[in-house]
């Protein structure tokens, strides 16, 4: 058994070994299965006359104001941090406290951070050390291990690195647990493990002025120096918990989704899950296989789109087999796609490049105004939202149930969610909904759940109750210059990013996927992939001017966060609903994820080709020796 920290005699660097995960023999219900039945796989015909007149969006205003206020989530802090527990690994590796130096640290390693490592080793930065709070690599798909967890975005265009791997993905969709173990594959190919300290999580980062270094420091008390710093720590990365009256008396069994306990046994008991948003959706039909009653606490019902699961087809490996570059040219077409509906149930001859464009689009006698436009996208969204009602009526018996699961906002304005089996499931006579709109569950007792005075006893009880969005706890613990916060900065100021991924005052150091950098668009590869090159550009560059610092201009920075706020309000009647993309209704736009689509990378070419925005400081001749 090798040490937890060697030497590698080659290079003199350290060479670390740290994973900690164990395997799960326990596991049901890995992904969507394909179903058969044609009518459950379609969505009915649109209702004929149907538009967004005055009643219909009086309609979805009074939907959306009852909730005003309803959402009140809390951190798993004080008793409730047993939520957080890692149950997928082994204990920590025993390890010394690390008090050395090394380039570039990231922190997280997820898609991003095994990204990130590929790229910048294929750059020829290799003094490269990782920070994840887990046990192993895979992030979103290291903890989240519901039954039933799969992709939502094709996985053809989803997973990274596919033809780097040689690999194709067994279903469209492929399960989490696919997901997970192509990670850790992606991690033994490359050489990842070895630059990784798991169960490390960064507690402070703080810039020294007077080296030119961050302090990196963990809870297993290292204080690392490092040169540059990149955040790839998620979106969707920190659970949060509906603060309900009473969930500490709560004596049976209990978790958070994104910690599934599979050490639970839940053949025959009587479950409650609380939450029905784009996890809920997957785990229910799984859930309702197993356990003897299934109690499903709503507030505000999902929209449930159409999957239609299929396996990868012998024609498609074999076509991919013979076409270089077909992984990045399909995610390039999928990431053409404006419409958060038309990209996922994208067709395969478009993505496959069989055919020019997604669908005919329809030609305007003149150019419409960025209003009318708005205006079109908000009467086509109607009318899908009015086929997906249709169908919650064509599926679910019960009149009263199927009323509950109808949702009345823009499509995509909620996370949207596919699924087959979820509708069905209500028709099973062991479950049960309970419709809690519009303020949700209120009280959990010692036996279970209580609403509007029934209680409903559980055995177990699961909270489905999300993430918080664009908001990990990093951003509450980076020190700049001056001894400035990010939190106070952004606090002060409003959010304030260069193309998401810097921020003024705090030099070397880049967000992926962050705040005004990423969120917005539907595969969420696309954008770790583009400030993965993003980074390894700006690395280059200064290696090419020797130069040791960047940060950003004022002027520039105040530019940018003033576009994303212009492209947040303009789009924002897409997303009038109370959602976690809008804070819950109450962000400041321009403040979360970035929805200027296709026009960060204007910013950016026009930002790499000018150089203008950038302030280059120093010199570096290690950083151009550790690049050669
Ligand atoms: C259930 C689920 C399904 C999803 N499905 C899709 C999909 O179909 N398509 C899509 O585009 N996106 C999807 N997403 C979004 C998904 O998060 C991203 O696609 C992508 O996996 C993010 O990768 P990442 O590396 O940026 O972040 P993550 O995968 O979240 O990884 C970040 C890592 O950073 C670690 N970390 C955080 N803070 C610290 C710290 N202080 N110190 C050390 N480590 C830290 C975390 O432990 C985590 O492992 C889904 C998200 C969820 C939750």
Redesign the pocket.
């Known amino acids: 058994m090798n040490p937890a920290i060697r030497i590698d005699p080659e290079t003199g660097r350290k060479i670390f070994n740290t994973r900690a995960a164990k395997a799960s023999e326990k596991i049901a219900g890995k992904g969507y299965s394909v179903l058969a039945d044609q009518k459950l796989k379609e969505l009915p015909e649109m209702p004929a006359g149907a538009t967004f007149n005055a009643e219909e969006q009086a309609k979805y205003r009074s939907f959306k104001e009852a909730r005003r206020g309803a959402a009140d989530y809390m951190a798993m802090e004080g008793e409730f941090k047993k939520y957080l527990d890692d149950v997928y690994s082994e204990p920590p590796i025993q390890r010394e406290a690390l008090t050395d130096e090394c380039e570039i640290l990231v922190?997280?390693?997820?898609?991003?951070?095994l990204l990130l490592w590929h790229k910048l080793s294929q750059a020829g930065f290799t003094d490269v050390r990782f920070?994840?709070?887990?046990g192993d690599v895979?992030?979103?798909?290291?903890?989240?291990r519901y039954p039933g967890?799969a992709?939502?975005?094709e996985s053809y265009s989803?997973l990274p690195l596919l033809e780097e791997m040689g690999y194709i993905p067994s279903m469209k969709f492929a399960s989490?647990f696919e997901i997970l173990e192509y990670c850790q594959s992606m991690a033994e190919k490359f050489g990842f493990y070895d630059h990784c300290l798991f169960h490390?999580?960064?507690?402070a980062t703080t810039w020294d002025e007077a080296s030119g270094r961050w302090l990196v420091e963990t809870d297993r008390g290292d204080k690392m120096r490092a040169r540059f710093v990149i955040l790839?720590?998620?979106?969707?990365?920190t659970p949060k918990l509906a603060r309900i009256a009473g969930m500490e008396k709560f004596k049976g069994a209990s978790f958070h989704t994104s910690r599934w306990n599979y050490d639970i046994d839940l053949r025959g008991k009587t479950v409650g899950i609380i939450g029905t948003g784009?996890?809920a959706v997957q785990a229910i039909p799984e859930l309702a296989k197993i356990v003897g009653q299934l109690y499903v606490f709503q507030r505000t019902p999902s929209s449930i789109d159409v999957r239609d699961q299929r396996a990868t087809t012998d024609e498609e490996r074999a076509a991919w087999a013979n076409e270089p570059g077909w992984a990045r040219a399909r995610r390039q077409r999928f990431a053409k796609i404006s419409a958060g509906r038309t990209a996922i149930q994208a067709n395969d001859d478009y993505l496959a490049g069989k055919v020019p464009d997604v669908k005919e689009h329809k030609k305007y006698d003149r150019k419409l105004t960025p209003e009318e436009l708005i205006q079109k996208q908000l009467d086509a969204n109607f009318r899908i939202m009015e086929q997906i009602r249709a169908r919650v009526d064509a599926i679910v018996k019960d009149p009263k149930t199927a009323a509950a699961l109808k949702p009345y906002y823009p499509y995509g304005c909620k996370r949207p969610t596919f699924h087959d089996e979820y509708l069905p499931t209500f028709n099973l006579p062991h479950v049960h909904l309970v419709d809690t709109a519009p303020r949700g569950v209120s009280e959990i007792n010692e036996r279970g759940v209580v609403h509007e005075g029934v209680e409903y006893p559980l055995d177990v009880l699961i909270y489905a109750t999300g993430?918080q969005w664009m908001g990990?706890?990093?951003f509450n613990m980076i020190t700049g210059r001056g001894g400035r916060t990010l939190k106070a900065k952004w606090e002060t100021e409003g959010t304030k990013t260069f193309l998401g991924l810097h921020s003024r005052g705090f030099p070397n150091l880049f967000i992926?996927?962050g705040p005004q950098g990423g969120g917005g668009s539907?595969?969420?590869?696309d954008a770790?992939d583009a400030h993965g090159d993003y980074v390894v550009w700006m690395l280059q560059t200064m290696r090419e001017r020797g130069a040791a610092i960047v940060d950003v201009r004022q002027d520039h920075e105040d530019h940018y966060a003033e576009h994303c706020r212009v492209v947040d309000i303009a789009t924002a009647p897409l997303r009038d609903c109370i959602s976690y993309y809008n804070g819950e209704g109450n962000a400041t736009p321009g403040s979360l994820a970035y929805y200027g689509g296709g026009q960060w990378h204007k910013h950016r070419i026009a930002a790499q080709s000018s150089l203008e925005p950038y302030v280059f400081e120093g010199e570096s001749a290690t950083l151009l020796a550790a690049a050669k």
């Open positions: 922190v997280g390693a997820g898609f991003g951070g920070c994840e709070k887990g895979g992030g979103t798909w290291y903890w989240n967890i992709c939502d975005v989803y989490g490390t999580t960064v507690v790839a720590n998620g979106i969707l990365t784009a996890t993430f990990t706890s990093t992926v996927t539907f595969n969420f590869t770790i």
